[in-house]
C-alpha cells in the first residue's frame, strides 16, 4: 500500500499552473502599433476591433478562475492525496494549459466563417475541465465510505465478546 502525500506541494505546482495559463491569456491582446494609428478615433476603431479577443480572454479567465476556486476548496476537502488523484489532477491541468491556445483560436476566429471548429474545441476544453472534477468527487465519496467502513468495522470488533 502506498503512503498517503500531503496537498502542499500538489497546490502549489497547480497554483502555479493556472496564474501562468491565465497570465499567456493577456498576451494573446495587442496593442495597436503606434504607426498604424494617425488620430484618437484610429486608435478607438482598432481597439473595437479587437472585441473577439477580449470576449475570448474574459470568458476563458472567469473560467479559469472559478475552475481555481473550485480546486481550493477540493484540495482542502483532501487532507491526504492519493495517486489516483494526482494522475485526475494531471488531467486537469492538462485542459488547463491548453487553455490559452483554445482561447487565442476563439478570438482569433469567432467572428469569422471559419468559427466552428475554434468554437467546437474550447467547448471540448470546457467539457474535458469537468471531468476530473468528477472524478474528484468519486475519490472524496470512496474516502468518506470507508472512513465510515473502518468506524462501523472497529465498533463491530469492539462490542464482541470474545
Keep these: ?3 498517503p502525500i ?14 501562468i495559463a491565465i497570465t499567456l491569456l493577456i498576451l494573446e491582446i495587442k496593442a495597436p502599433e503606434i504607426g498604424n494609428i494617425h488620430s ?10 479587437q472585441w473577439p479577443s477580449w470576449f475570448a480572454f474574459l ?3 472567469l473560467t479559469l478562475f472559478i475552475s481555481w476556486v473550485n480546486h481550493l476548496h477540493m484540495i482542502a476537502l483532501l487532507n491526504k492525496t492519493s495517486n489516483t488523484f494526482i494522475y485526475a489532477n494531471g488531467f486537469l491541468m492538462l485542459t488547463v494549459v491548453v487553455f490559452p491556445f483554445s482561447t ?3 478570438g482569433r476566429y469567432i467572428n469569422t466563417e471559419f468559427s466552428t471548429l475554434p468554437v467546437v474545441l474550447y467547448c471540448f476544453n470546457t467539457f474535458y475541465m ?10 472524496r465519496t470512496n ?5 465510515k467502513m473502518r468506524r462501523v468495522k472497529q465498533r463491530w470488533w469492539q462490542q464482541q465478546k470474545w
Design 40 to 49: 484618437a478615433q484610429e486608435l478607438k476603431h482598432d481597439l473595437l476591433l
Design 6 to 19: 500531503g496537498n502542499s506541494r500538489l497546490e502549489t505546482f497547480c497554483d502555479g499552473i493556472y496564474a
Design 130 to 139: 469537468h471531468l476530473p472534477g468528477q472524478l474528484f468527487l468519486k475519490v
Design 143 to 147: 474516502q468518506k465510505i470507508c472512513q
Design 1 to 3: 500500500m502506498t503512503k
Design 104 to 106: 487565442m483560436l476563439l
Design 59 to 61: 470568458l476563458t479567465f
